[in-house]
Protein backbone atom coordinates (compact mmCIF):
# COMPACT_ATOMS: atom_id res chain seq x y z
CA UNK A 1 0.00 0.00 0.00
CA UNK A 2 1.42 3.43 -1.06
CA UNK A 3 2.18 5.96 1.59
CA UNK A 4 -0.28 8.65 2.10
CA UNK A 5 -0.48 11.81 4.53
CA UNK A 6 -1.96 9.97 7.22
CA UNK A 7 -2.11 13.61 8.84
CA UNK A 8 -4.83 15.13 6.80
CA UNK A 9 -7.67 14.74 8.57
CA UNK A 10 -6.07 15.06 11.90
CA UNK A 11 -7.41 17.91 14.48
CA UNK A 12 -4.89 20.63 14.16
CA UNK A 13 -2.25 18.58 11.48
CA UNK A 14 -5.26 19.11 9.09
CA UNK A 15 -5.28 23.50 9.43
CA UNK A 16 -2.41 23.06 6.88
CA UNK A 17 -1.11 19.97 5.69
CA UNK A 18 1.64 18.83 2.53
CA UNK A 19 0.87 16.36 -0.01
CA UNK A 20 3.58 13.68 1.34
CA UNK A 21 4.77 13.48 5.08
CA UNK A 22 7.55 10.94 5.94
CA UNK A 23 6.37 11.18 9.44
CA UNK A 24 3.75 8.29 10.55
CA UNK A 25 1.57 8.60 13.43
CA UNK A 26 2.97 5.11 14.40
CA UNK A 27 6.78 6.40 14.24
CA UNK A 28 5.63 9.83 16.10
CA UNK A 29 3.64 7.47 19.19
CA UNK A 30 7.09 4.89 19.22
CA UNK A 31 9.27 7.81 20.14
CA UNK A 32 7.16 9.79 22.11
CA UNK A 33 6.78 6.53 24.07
CA UNK A 34 10.58 5.73 24.12
CA UNK A 35 11.42 9.46 24.72
CA UNK A 36 9.19 9.33 27.87
CA UNK A 37 10.74 6.26 29.42
CA UNK A 38 14.20 7.33 29.34
CA UNK A 39 13.66 10.52 31.26
CA UNK A 40 13.79 13.11 28.56
CA UNK A 41 13.02 16.60 28.32
CA UNK A 42 13.72 18.23 25.36
CA UNK A 43 13.35 17.44 21.74
CA UNK A 44 13.71 19.10 17.97
CA UNK A 45 12.33 19.26 14.69
CA UNK A 46 15.22 20.62 12.67
CA UNK A 47 13.24 20.22 9.75
CA UNK A 48 9.68 21.90 10.97
CA UNK A 49 7.71 21.64 7.85
CA UNK A 50 4.16 22.04 9.06
CA UNK A 51 4.51 21.44 12.53
CA UNK A 52 3.65 18.00 12.98
CA UNK A 53 6.13 17.30 15.59
CA UNK A 54 5.74 20.59 17.51
CA UNK A 55 2.37 19.75 17.98
CA UNK A 56 2.61 16.15 18.79
CA UNK A 57 5.01 17.19 21.45
CA UNK A 58 2.82 19.98 22.52
CA UNK A 59 -0.37 17.48 23.10
CA UNK A 60 2.09 15.79 25.38
CA UNK A 61 3.39 18.34 27.00
CA UNK A 62 6.88 18.25 25.77
CA UNK A 63 9.31 21.06 25.32
CA UNK A 64 9.82 21.11 21.74
CA UNK A 65 12.71 23.55 19.06
CA UNK A 66 11.76 23.78 16.07
CA UNK A 67 13.57 24.63 13.22
CA UNK A 68 13.68 25.78 9.26
CA UNK A 69 15.02 27.91 7.59
CA UNK A 70 11.80 28.63 5.28
CA UNK A 71 9.74 31.40 7.32
CA UNK A 72 6.29 29.91 5.40
CA UNK A 73 6.85 26.45 7.26
CA UNK A 74 7.48 28.68 10.95
CA UNK A 75 4.30 30.70 10.26
CA UNK A 76 2.65 27.97 9.66
CA UNK A 77 4.14 25.97 13.21
CA UNK A 78 3.21 29.28 15.03
CA UNK A 79 0.02 29.27 13.51
CA UNK A 80 -0.56 25.42 14.68
CA UNK A 81 0.75 25.51 18.18
CA UNK A 82 -1.20 28.61 19.20
CA UNK A 83 -4.08 27.46 22.18
CA UNK A 84 -7.06 29.61 21.32
CA UNK A 85 -8.47 30.80 24.50
CA UNK A 86 -11.99 31.77 23.29
CA UNK A 87 -13.08 30.28 19.84
CA UNK A 88 -16.63 31.73 20.25
CA UNK A 89 -14.95 34.92 20.58
CA UNK A 90 -12.27 34.84 17.84
CA UNK A 91 -15.04 33.59 15.38
CA UNK A 92 -17.20 36.57 16.03
CA UNK A 93 -14.02 38.79 15.62
CA UNK A 94 -13.67 37.77 11.92
CA UNK A 95 -17.38 37.72 11.25
CA UNK A 96 -17.27 41.37 12.02
CA UNK A 97 -14.53 42.27 10.31
CA UNK A 98 -15.61 40.64 6.70
CA UNK A 99 -18.71 42.13 7.99
CA UNK A 100 -17.53 45.59 7.38
CA UNK A 101 -16.11 44.92 3.93
CA UNK A 102 -15.32 48.37 2.67
CA UNK A 103 -13.90 46.88 -1.16
CA UNK A 104 -10.26 47.61 -0.96
CA UNK A 105 -7.65 45.44 -2.35
CA UNK A 106 -4.09 44.38 -0.94
CA UNK A 107 -1.52 42.43 -3.06
CA UNK A 108 1.60 42.10 -1.83
CA UNK A 109 3.39 41.76 -4.85
CA UNK A 110 2.66 41.81 -8.46
CA UNK A 111 4.26 38.71 -8.82
CA UNK A 112 0.90 37.18 -8.15
CA UNK A 113 -0.78 38.49 -11.33
CA UNK A 114 1.09 35.72 -12.79
CA UNK A 115 -1.00 33.10 -11.09
CA UNK A 116 -4.06 34.54 -10.85
CA UNK A 117 -7.11 35.35 -12.98
CA UNK A 118 -7.93 38.89 -12.62
CA UNK A 119 -11.36 38.40 -10.85
CA UNK A 120 -10.11 35.50 -8.53
CA UNK A 121 -6.77 37.63 -8.00
CA UNK A 122 -9.11 41.03 -6.65
CA UNK A 123 -11.40 38.91 -4.57
CA UNK A 124 -8.53 37.06 -2.51
CA UNK A 125 -6.74 40.63 -2.39
CA UNK A 126 -10.09 41.96 -0.73
CA UNK A 127 -9.97 39.33 1.65
CA UNK A 128 -6.35 39.85 1.90
CA UNK A 129 -6.60 43.53 2.71
CA UNK A 130 -9.19 43.00 5.37
CA UNK A 131 -6.70 40.31 7.48
CA UNK A 132 -4.35 43.48 7.63
CA UNK A 133 -6.67 44.67 10.48
CA UNK A 134 -4.83 45.55 13.41
CA UNK A 135 -8.03 44.07 15.77
CA UNK A 136 -7.22 40.56 14.17
CA UNK A 137 -3.17 40.82 15.11
CA UNK A 138 -2.84 38.31 17.52
CA UNK A 139 -4.00 35.56 15.41
CA UNK A 140 -2.32 36.75 12.50
CA UNK A 141 -0.62 33.63 11.70
CA UNK A 142 -3.66 31.59 12.10
CA UNK A 143 -5.64 33.56 9.42
CA UNK A 144 -2.85 33.64 7.37
CA UNK A 145 -2.40 30.27 7.04
CA UNK A 146 -5.67 29.49 6.38
CA UNK A 147 -5.84 32.80 3.56
CA UNK A 148 -2.74 30.68 1.86
CA UNK A 149 -4.94 27.43 2.32
CA UNK A 150 -7.69 28.57 0.11
CA UNK A 151 -5.54 31.03 -1.95
CA UNK A 152 -3.85 28.08 -3.24
CA UNK A 153 -6.87 26.66 -4.50
CA UNK A 154 -7.79 29.27 -7.01
CA UNK A 155 -4.83 29.22 -8.75
CA UNK A 156 -2.84 28.49 -11.46
CA UNK A 157 -1.12 26.42 -9.45
CA UNK A 158 -1.73 22.28 -8.98
CA UNK A 159 0.78 20.19 -6.35
CA UNK A 160 0.65 16.71 -7.87
CA UNK A 161 2.61 16.99 -5.69
CA UNK A 162 5.27 19.00 -7.71
CA UNK A 163 3.56 22.41 -8.14
CA UNK A 164 2.42 22.58 -11.60
CA UNK A 165 1.61 25.72 -13.79
CA UNK A 166 -1.93 25.30 -15.13
CA UNK A 167 -3.94 28.35 -17.53
CA UNK A 168 -7.28 27.30 -15.76
CA UNK A 169 -8.30 27.19 -12.41
CA UNK A 170 -11.14 27.50 -10.09
CA UNK A 171 -13.09 30.66 -10.37
CA UNK A 172 -14.35 32.37 -7.26
CA UNK A 173 -17.90 33.78 -8.21
CA UNK A 174 -17.97 36.14 -5.58
CA UNK A 175 -16.07 37.60 -2.21
CA UNK A 176 -19.75 36.63 -0.06
CA UNK A 177 -19.13 32.98 -1.24
CA UNK A 178 -14.86 33.08 -0.78
CA UNK A 179 -15.85 34.63 3.19
CA UNK A 180 -18.05 32.04 3.70
CA UNK A 181 -15.58 29.63 2.46
CA UNK A 182 -12.68 31.46 4.56
CA UNK A 183 -14.91 31.17 7.94
CA UNK A 184 -15.68 27.57 7.71
CA UNK A 185 -11.80 27.41 7.79
CA UNK A 186 -11.66 29.51 10.76
CA UNK A 187 -14.44 27.46 12.88
CA UNK A 188 -12.84 24.43 12.18
CA UNK A 189 -9.48 25.95 13.46
CA UNK A 190 -10.13 27.54 16.33
CA UNK A 191 -11.99 24.08 17.72
CA UNK A 192 -9.33 22.22 16.96
CA UNK A 193 -6.95 24.47 18.45
CA UNK A 194 -9.03 25.39 21.62
CA UNK A 195 -8.21 21.27 22.67
CA UNK A 196 -4.33 22.73 23.21
CA UNK A 197 -2.82 24.09 26.61
CA UNK A 198 -0.44 26.36 26.99
CA UNK A 199 2.84 25.88 24.42
CA UNK A 200 5.81 24.87 25.06
CA UNK A 201 7.07 25.11 21.47
CA UNK A 202 9.67 27.41 20.48
CA UNK A 203 10.29 28.53 16.35
CA UNK A 204 13.84 29.43 15.26
CA UNK A 205 14.23 30.75 11.65
CA UNK A 206 18.08 29.09 11.12
CA UNK A 207 19.34 25.86 9.26
CA UNK A 208 20.16 23.35 10.93
CA UNK A 209 23.08 22.72 8.85
CA UNK A 210 24.84 25.14 10.39
CA UNK A 211 22.79 25.37 13.89
CA UNK A 212 21.20 23.22 16.51
CA UNK A 213 20.77 23.79 20.33
CA UNK A 214 23.82 23.65 22.96
CA UNK A 215 22.14 20.86 23.90
CA UNK A 216 19.17 18.24 23.46
CA UNK A 217 17.60 15.24 23.95
CA UNK A 218 16.72 13.76 21.27
CA UNK A 219 15.32 14.68 17.40
CA UNK A 220 12.39 13.99 15.35
CA UNK A 221 12.25 14.65 11.79
CA UNK A 222 11.97 14.35 7.99
CA UNK A 223 14.32 16.10 6.49
CA UNK A 224 14.26 16.68 2.39
CA UNK A 225 14.84 13.33 0.52
CA UNK A 226 17.53 13.18 -2.22
CA UNK A 227 13.79 13.91 -4.21
CA UNK A 228 14.87 17.16 -6.72
CA UNK A 229 11.76 18.54 -4.91
CA UNK A 230 11.70 22.44 -4.68
CA UNK A 231 10.03 23.39 -1.34
CA UNK A 232 10.31 27.05 -1.49
CA UNK A 233 8.58 26.41 -4.97
CA UNK A 234 6.36 24.52 -3.09
CA UNK A 235 5.57 27.36 -0.78
CA UNK A 236 6.33 30.29 -3.39
CA UNK A 237 2.19 31.75 -3.50
CA UNK A 238 1.88 31.68 0.58
CA UNK A 239 5.55 33.57 0.88
CA UNK A 240 3.96 36.03 -1.65
CA UNK A 241 0.82 36.38 -0.14
CA UNK A 242 2.39 36.83 3.52
CA UNK A 243 4.74 39.43 2.30
CA UNK A 244 8.01 36.85 3.46
CA UNK A 245 9.16 37.19 -0.59
CA UNK A 246 8.21 39.75 -3.65
CA UNK A 247 9.98 37.97 -6.74
CA UNK A 248 12.16 34.93 -7.80
CA UNK A 249 15.10 36.91 -6.78
CA UNK A 250 13.90 36.21 -3.23
CA UNK A 251 13.08 32.97 -3.89
CA UNK A 252 16.61 32.49 -4.70
CA UNK A 253 17.57 33.94 -1.95
CA UNK A 254 15.71 31.33 0.80
CA UNK A 255 17.04 28.60 -1.11
CA UNK A 256 20.35 29.43 -1.05
CA UNK A 257 19.83 29.92 3.17
CA UNK A 258 18.68 25.75 2.86
CA UNK A 259 20.05 22.26 3.14
CA UNK A 260 20.16 21.73 -0.78
CA UNK A 261 16.80 19.96 -1.78
CA UNK A 262 16.71 20.44 -5.37
CA UNK A 263 18.58 21.06 -8.64
CA UNK A 264 17.27 24.82 -8.41
CA UNK A 265 19.30 25.07 -4.85
CA UNK A 266 22.85 24.57 -6.69
CA UNK A 267 25.01 27.10 -6.09
CA UNK A 268 28.62 27.51 -7.33
CA UNK A 269 29.67 29.14 -3.98
CA UNK A 270 28.37 25.60 -2.12
CA UNK A 271 30.48 23.17 -0.93
CA UNK A 272 30.79 19.38 -2.33
CA UNK A 273 31.70 16.50 -0.18
CA UNK A 274 34.29 13.70 -1.98
CA UNK A 275 33.66 10.62 -0.59
CA UNK A 276 34.02 7.65 -2.76
CA UNK A 277 30.85 5.91 -1.83
CA UNK A 278 28.97 9.16 -3.20
CA UNK A 279 31.03 9.65 -6.21
CA UNK A 280 29.88 6.49 -7.41
CA UNK A 281 26.34 6.94 -6.85
CA UNK A 282 26.51 10.09 -8.84
CA UNK A 283 28.34 8.53 -11.57
CA UNK A 284 25.74 6.26 -12.43
CA UNK A 285 23.31 9.46 -13.22
CA UNK A 286 22.42 10.13 -17.01
CA UNK A 287 20.87 12.32 -19.33
CA UNK A 288 21.27 16.05 -19.82
CA UNK A 289 20.21 16.64 -16.45
CA UNK A 290 23.45 14.76 -15.06
CA UNK A 291 26.16 17.96 -14.20
CA UNK A 292 23.35 19.77 -12.54
CA UNK A 293 21.82 16.42 -10.02
CA UNK A 294 25.22 15.59 -9.68
CA UNK A 295 26.17 18.89 -7.73
CA UNK A 296 22.71 18.58 -5.81
CA UNK A 297 23.37 15.03 -4.47
CA UNK A 298 27.21 16.07 -3.47
CA UNK A 299 26.29 19.58 -2.20
CA UNK A 300 23.30 17.91 -0.07
CA UNK A 301 25.89 15.40 1.52
CA UNK A 302 28.33 17.94 2.00
CA UNK A 303 25.32 20.14 4.17
CA UNK A 304 24.28 16.88 5.59
CA UNK A 305 27.68 16.03 7.52
CA UNK A 306 27.93 19.35 9.35
CA UNK A 307 24.56 18.70 10.80
CA UNK A 308 25.55 15.44 11.34
CA UNK A 309 28.82 16.77 13.25
CA UNK A 310 26.56 19.41 15.55
CA UNK A 311 24.52 16.20 16.24
CA UNK A 312 27.20 14.04 17.06
CA UNK A 313 28.15 16.98 19.72
CA UNK A 314 24.87 17.94 21.07
CA UNK A 315 22.82 14.81 21.35
CA UNK A 316 22.11 13.14 24.39
CA UNK A 317 19.56 10.34 23.34
CA UNK A 318 18.89 9.51 20.10
CA UNK A 319 17.40 11.30 16.84
CA UNK A 320 14.95 9.60 14.02
CA UNK A 321 14.84 10.58 10.87
CA UNK A 322 12.18 9.05 8.38
CA UNK A 323 14.07 8.91 5.40
CA UNK A 324 13.41 8.35 1.43
CA UNK A 325 14.85 6.91 -1.44
CA UNK A 326 14.86 8.54 -5.00
CA UNK A 327 16.15 8.29 -8.88
CA UNK A 328 17.88 11.04 -10.29
CA UNK A 329 19.17 10.68 -13.65
CA UNK A 330 18.05 6.75 -13.75
CA UNK A 331 20.31 6.53 -10.88
CA UNK A 332 19.48 5.12 -7.74
CA UNK A 333 20.05 7.41 -5.27
CA UNK A 334 19.69 5.29 -1.33
CA UNK A 335 20.07 8.43 0.93
CA UNK A 336 19.11 6.32 3.58
CA UNK A 337 22.67 4.44 2.73
CA UNK A 338 24.31 7.85 2.61
CA UNK A 339 23.56 9.21 5.65
CA UNK A 340 23.65 6.06 7.64
CA UNK A 341 28.06 5.97 6.12
CA UNK A 342 27.31 10.01 7.36
CA UNK A 343 26.65 8.86 10.92
CA UNK A 344 29.19 6.20 11.38
CA UNK A 345 32.06 8.82 9.75
CA UNK A 346 31.07 10.61 13.09
CA UNK A 347 31.36 7.33 15.26
CA UNK A 348 27.52 7.48 15.68
CA UNK A 349 25.70 4.35 16.18
CA UNK A 350 23.02 3.99 13.67
CA UNK A 351 19.89 1.62 13.12
CA UNK A 352 17.73 1.34 9.99
CA UNK A 353 13.99 0.09 9.96
CA UNK A 354 11.97 -0.02 6.86
CA UNK A 355 8.62 2.04 7.46
CA UNK A 356 7.22 1.10 3.71
CA UNK A 357 6.13 2.48 0.62
CA UNK A 358 6.05 6.10 -0.78
CA UNK A 359 3.58 7.87 -2.58
CA UNK A 360 5.95 7.91 -5.85
CA UNK A 361 6.23 4.01 -7.01
CA UNK A 362 9.15 2.08 -6.24
CA UNK A 363 10.15 4.32 -3.60
CA UNK A 364 10.83 2.81 -0.44
CA UNK A 365 10.60 4.82 3.28
CA UNK A 366 12.72 4.12 5.82
CA UNK A 367 13.57 5.16 9.60
CA UNK A 368 17.00 5.51 10.56
CA UNK A 369 17.66 5.77 14.76
CA UNK A 370 21.22 7.14 15.29
CA UNK A 371 22.22 6.95 18.98
CA UNK A 372 24.41 9.49 21.04
CA UNK A 373 28.21 8.44 22.21
CA UNK A 374 27.30 9.16 25.66
Not at 147 to 166: D, G, M, Q, T
Not at 208 to 215: G, K, Q, Y
Request: glycine residues 6%; positive net charge.
Amino acid sequence: MKKVNEWKDKPIHRIYVAPEHGLTINIVEKYFKEFSEAGCKLTVDPFVGTGTVLVEAQKRGVECIGIDANPWALLVSKAKTTPITSAEQLVRKVEYILSKNDNKVFIPTKTLEKYYTSRNLSILGNLRHLLELSTLEKCRPLLLTLFCKIAERYSKLVKSPAPRFHMKCKRIYSPDKLFEEFLREVCLAVNDLSLLESSKSHLIFADSTSWLPTRFDGILTSPPFMNNVDYIRHSQLSLYWCGLANDSEDLGRLRSMQLVSCEAGVRRWKKVIDDKYINDVVRKIRGSRKQGYSLFVKQYAFYFEQHIKLLAERLQWQAWYTIGDSFLGGAYIPLHHIIMRLAKKHNLKIIIEKVGDRIASGRKLYLLKIISKG
